[in-house]
């Protein structure tokens, strides 16, 4: 079992950047795909990122793609998501997510409570 706790939200002008954070505790982090969600108010949560166990494969959604840089570091039981040129329509909720299921797609088995994403325009 693997807890996720997420930070660095907050609110950025459009055009921005933030780095999100997701700190796990637990003794096999780098055992464990990981991902980025997000959920925008009224509609439902959706996929953004998601990195291998080893750090070698990605892949993002193509609302994000040359904007957003999903990374880990097993070292430090951390998954990063690096989000460049943010757009209004990026506003959100991130949730970040563990498994064990990565292709042909990540699964999710566990959750962290979430950090709020705010851009103005």
């Known amino acids: 079992q693997v807890q996720l706790v997420e930070s660095g939200g907050g609110l950025v002008q459009a055009g921005g950047s933030l780095r999100l954070l997701c700190a796990a505790s637990?003794?096999?982090?780098?055992?464990?795909?990981m991902a980025w969600f997000r959920r925008a108010p009224g509609k439902e949560r959706e996929f953004v990122a998601t990195i291998n166990w080893a750090g070698g494969g990605t892949r993002y959604t193509d609302s994000v793609k040359g904007r957003f840089t999903i990374s880990r570091d097993n070292t430090k039981n951390t998954l990063y998501l690096q989000m460049n040129n943010l757009k209004p329509e990026d506003a959100a909720v991130y949730y970040c997510?563990?498994?064990?299921?990565?292709?042909?797609?990540?699964?999710?088995?566990?959750w962290g409570q979430g950090t709020q994403v705010t851009v103005s325009s």
């Open positions: 997510a563990a498994g064990t299921t990565w292709f042909p797609q990540f699964v999710p088995a566990y």
């Open positions: 637990g003794r096999t982090f780098s055992s464990y795909h």
